[in-house]
């Protein structure tokens, strides 16, 4: 029984690894989001995550978990700042755990669109949900995209070379489950790039992170906590108003406790995201 537990609670972890993508950065007052010229807004993202988890009397399991999808973000103007609308029009996911078969997942999982507002600065607030179902709700939360899928952005009048502090405090809800997510970055505008003859301004971030998930698990009661860094960067198109590109990458580590095994499971979690734009 620990076995079959494992793999579905190493695939939780997902959501604190896809959480690392929520860097922030900025360079003056024209960095904030609104509707932008360019509408609906288009991005590819993926994600690769790696998981060990550490087994009493089989040593380690590992457990991948990638996700490629395209999602089209529709701008309007509402009180808080701008209301998105997300259709995710391609989804892409594969779980391996060597204890059972792969886990896919595509578009035809995740049925509806999205709505959350954000503010200025990136940070959201959940208006509607798709329903996700089948092997997506095991890789994607709606709920932790709102308040991750876009970097935030700086305090008016940052300056290049200004450092910055900003954080992300929520729970979300998994399912049965309960996701809990402290995220504490620390930024700094670098200045100026050049990528493809267009001038970007480049933000650096590096960031400590912890993660609780609690709920019922195959029948039993199951706790996981992990705390880790994070470190990447993204970049601003100053003439267009819109966040072009971004990467991160995240090491975490923590232990799964379940009620009927005898001791908690260390794990590990290395995960990359990478996101652009493509319109």
Known sequence: MRLKSTGV??????????????????GGDEMAYAVSATNPLVYERGDSVSVSVEVEGMGTLGLTINQAYTVSMTMEPSASGVQ???????????MTNPMAGPTTASERDIIGSLVYTLDGRGHGALVSAPTVRGGAAQMFSPEIFVRQGLPLLPPP????????????????????????????????????TLVDGVTLTKVAVSASSAMEISGPLQGMEMTQATTGTETGFYLWDAARGVVTYMESGADMYGDIEVSMAPAPMPLSVEAVTRMRLVN
């Open 9 to 26: 609670m190493a695939s939780t972890i997902l959501f604190a690894a896809c959480g690392a993508g929520a860097m922030g950065g900025g």
């Open 84 to 94: 998105v609308t997300a259709e995710f029009t391609e989804f892409s996911g594969r």
């Open 157 to 192: 009048g940052t300056e290049v070379g200004d450092s910055w502090a900003d954080t992300l405090n929520f729970s979300a809800n998994q399912g049965d489950q309960t996701v809990s997510v402290f995220w504490a970055g620390r930024f700094t505008l670098v200045g100026d």
